[in-house]
């Protein structure tokens, strides 16, 4: 792709210049959405951006006069300006406290390019979107077009951003329209997209080649688990993006440095997400559960039984949610999970029931005789005898146990053991 | 002709000097319906006919990222499309429009500033008073940028409304071809019409009419249209999603050329 | 190719009352290619099995319940299950739907629906104990709430049964009537009087099989990804912190939250009634259905009343509320209790009282004619004596069990406010405040319903209210939409955070159906919504039925931001036959039912 010499050289200031790409956080939604923790907090919430070696900073005008001084120095992140002003957050979609709802979907364009020049962007980014009524996206594309025109002039690159939003657009369509848009945007002017991740590999990667300019995967709300943004990352980056736009995922992340600089280790650093999270467990560990935080949905048990048997249910998985008794109307669930006490290895005669070297239990089926004192010693009854008379014993899933994997509420999770039980 | 000397010489980069005569390839609806099939990867496909043709025309993000791939010698001079319109999109497209809708995405400053050998923008009729009055004001106002810059204005002239009927389809595009004469325009591209329409247009407008072709024609159908009295003809975006189109870009050549080889 | 491991379990069961007698039967392949499961094989199986007419509460009517080839598996709320029988409200097909777990176990049990006909001459219960299906007498059961009832069944069956129930009034046959399990309930049109037609007080299942998948693997991404974009949804997190009273104040700025009978759009005590206060006040924990990542239900406990609640949700804050002029936590917390309890529906039971309101407020009855009950807006006293009343069915609540268009009919001169389409009660949005809505409401096969198409999507953004053009299209899309929902069973709450592209990426590789794109599974919708449209034309139903009570049509709003707004819903309902392939009365055409595949049924 060809661009003027202006463009080009801000450009530069975004895109790592080794592997041309770039990880960039939006901080504008103070802008658009309530006033939450992370636009009151912002100014610290910057520094720690930059600290965690972001390559842009998407910001509103105001805030770059108050707070552009922050992204000053040559090896700091690029400053990209929001031109534009919606109200779609406040229509239900994203809000957090809905104050002063808005009920039509309303767009405008709010700085010129020039502005924007002024207090030292890199870029401009404004919406384009698609899908809520025909006079709405032609008032969109008029915009944008205005800002192609004016960014050619000046020198500075325009960041197109489509969204496919409206009732109209359905799992039906959504993947084409984002497709189409990009490449819409492409042809009116834009030099690189922030964009929404189409949900697979395979559409995000067609959007990507179609558009022939760089595209930035947006992360959109936040998730209560970071691996979710860094998966979004990883699948994007596997279709071709050029790197990420993420706001609230960063913004409001318990740490918005370590965040970045997860996802700069995933976008420049080559690592996996695996990798970055640490998520091999070292040393032995066993299964904790949080009882108060059980919504009581099972997933943990559903996921126990896929990994041991053929299907998927809740009869055969070695943990168990127990219903709220009778008489327990604030429904306190009860997740029973083996803690690895060893009572029933200590119970086994046979000697069939062992934890083995690598710190899981292991039956061996030869020399179990059916008996059921381990199902009988066990003090959570967590060990259930299957049609055979065999015992049903959590084997922590070969070390990665399911039912914690599938736990996002943390009701299950996995503390480490200094020191397995012994037989006596 | 009343083309001052910057107008003739820029038109004379799409509508060859020595014949008068000229092949344009569209490539812009991509701005309305996205990709289209064999147009994914823009670069790739230009290339393979940017030595072939005399002119193509793009929309402007188009052009600036690929401006090496345009004018020049022996390459297809630019011909940069000014307007936007979600008229084409119907049930084939995944958000089918529900009312039609046009702005115009650049102006002629931006356009010659991109390297435009021309420009282009829509008259599309038949969509009430309105509708239509706005797109004569905007296309007007073009027309008065265009002259000081000395910047050709093809105007493309599209039949595609509700009110043009098979009835009148024919005397819509006489209608639409004498407004834009009057407008200023200096280049008509025409809807593909009966052969004696086409003459009788093209025999009527002083300046060069080019046939918009619904599909890649074969080379006998090109000759029945040139021989009508048409500047030329502009291919369709469809051209791409053909195997061999490449090759079929070099025949028509050939065919408009009278045995010139590009 | 058989559809065992194919996420189905292959196994129809079918119980005759009147005989006692039980059978099961293996699906047919190319019907659940066609109609998949839910409301879909419900839908098939209502057609194809019950005669035109049948009385709804006579044995013939057919009870059916159904899960889905996602029932019982990790994709995001499984555990559902659809009812679906002729609607004694409505005289329409009806389908409601119920969380919990007695889906996903009655899956585990092996069974995809059971088909519930004729009727026992006693109180029965249906004990389904994996392949072994017996008929035990209910006698100890008669006239128990809901609450009593489902202790009862655990205590006798065990800690590891799930089970469906119906209350008092299902007993008595009231219309509004619902299915209860656990905390969760089958609410609308009806279906508890359908139940408590045949004598069938409670069904206890327990289930231990599992559910096997056609392409492990592949399920298994597509499962993933679904959790995973339902994490990544603000309105998913909405729902999951507050409910669904999320939406009550957006509804209200929208002058779209039905208030006073349905005759002003906003209420001016809407913060004191918001998700926030409730959660600062009373609930105490969330909980989740079967499979479900969001936990909408919130428990909720009453000082005063020392009980809980699942709940209040929207509809029921609306419903007992803003609908009734009433702001008392206290009385809609009483009330969500008295309704729960002797098994009726919240939206049915809040639109009978804002109209007895109504009727007091227009001088249309006196206290004599509600057994010495004044009911003034507002008064949460009155609110809880008459649901007491219509819980019980005594007094005025024997009236009163029977729905607002019943209760109309004595009440010369209400008819123009009775808001009802087809019998069944209005839900929480105001039409005259977004248009959409009217349409859904009046095309709505099940009568009045909030489920099946525009009301979120166009207060929340989807489109403009007030706009009537693009509405037809709107509503088409989204009720396709949420008929494939219900047909897999998944939550209509899933739509906040997956769209079809997701749910078609689970479900061709759990059934190995050779489905190539989300448009196919939108086919398989519009299949189903016409067979509907086919039923209820075989029972009498036609165009002059898809209509609205005069208050929506020629009643200018007096307020809000839909100030002076009526609804145009001529204009709207002939775009949607015309977008649906059906003629001007509403009849699909001989080709639309050729392209769906229809014909070969018909």
Known sequence: MEMTSGKRARFNRLFNPVDGRAVCVAADHGWMSDPTPNVVELERILKQVVEGGADGILISFGTALRLGHILRGKNSPAMLIRADWMNMPRLGGSNVSNVLPAVNFKKIATSFATDALLVGASAITIYYFIGYGDEFERINLEQAALFARQCRQVGLPLIIEPMAVGGMVTGVNIAEILIASGRIAAEIGADALKIPYTGDVKTFKTLVEQAGIPVLVLGGAKSDVPRDALELVDEALQAGAAGTVFGRNVTKAKDPRKMVADICALVHGGKTISNILNEKRDGFFRLKTIPENCIGCRLCQIACERSHEKGYGQNKSRLQIKFPEIGDELCNFKPVVCTLCGKCVKACQPNALTISATGHLTLDRE???????????????????????????????????????WCKQNAVVTVPLKKLPGRL | MNFDVGKAVRMSDIIDAADGRGLIIDTTLSSVVGALPGLEDFATAIVKINQSCDGLIINPGQAEHHASLLGGKHRAAPIIRLDWTNAYRDETFCLPATEVKRLMISNAEDAFSLGASAVVASFLMGYGDDFEATNIQDLSFLARECYPLSLPLWIDIRTVGEKVSEINFEESIKLGASFMQELGADGLIIPQCLLATCRYVCEWMQIPVLVRLKQTPTAEQLSEIMHSGAAGAVLPESLFALSDYPQQVNELYFEIHQGRRA | MSLTNRGYMNKLLKIDLTRQSVLSEKLDENVMQHFLGGKGLGTYLLYRGLKAHTAPLSPDNMLILAVGPLTGTNAPTSGRFCVMCKSPATGTISDAYCGGFFGSTLKYAGYDAIVISGAASSPIKIIIDNDNVSLEDASELSGEKVQQTNIALRKKYGEDIQSVVIGPAGERLSPISGMFSGVRTAGRGGVGAVMGSKKLKAIVVRGSKGVVVADREQFEEAVWIAHRALRMSSQIKRLKDIGTANIIKLVNAAGALPTRNFQLGQFDRTDDL?????????????????????????????????????????ETIFALGTNCGVYDHEAIFYGNYLCDAYGVDTISVGNIIGFVMELFQRGLATRDDFDGIEARWGDGDALVRLIEKIGKGEGVGELLQQGVRAISQHFPGSEDFAMQVKGLEMPGYLPRAAKGIG??????????????????????????????????????????????????ILCYFVKFGLTLKEIFQMVTPATGFDFQHPRDLEHIGERIITLCRMFNLREGFSNKDDVLPKRSLAEPLPSGPAKGQVVDLDTMRAEYYQLMGWDEQGVPKPETLDGLGLSEIL
């Open chain 3, 439 to 488: 349409l859904s409401y009046a095309i709505s096969e099940r009568g009045a319903c909030h489920l099946r198409g525009s009301p979120l999507s166009e207060i929340l953004g989807g489109a403009e209210p007030l706009t009537t053009s693009g509405k037809a299209a709107l509503f088409k899309s989204n009720q396709l939409d949420s008929t494939v929902v219900n047909t897999l």
């Open chain 3, 274 to 314: 918001s998700g926030e206060i409730w959660r600062q006040k009373y609930w105490k924990k969330d909980i989740a259905c079967f499979g479900c990542p969001i936990a909408c239900s919130k428990i909720a406990f009453s000082e005063k009343y020392r009980t809980t609640i699942d709940g209040p949700d929207y």
């Open chain 1, 367 to 405: 020399k179990c005789t059916n008996c059921s004192d381990c199902a009988i010693a066990c003090p959570f009854d967590v060990i259930l005898i299957d049609d055979e008379g065999f015992p049903i014993i959590c084997d922590l899933c070969q070390g990665d146990p399911q039912c914690v994997k």
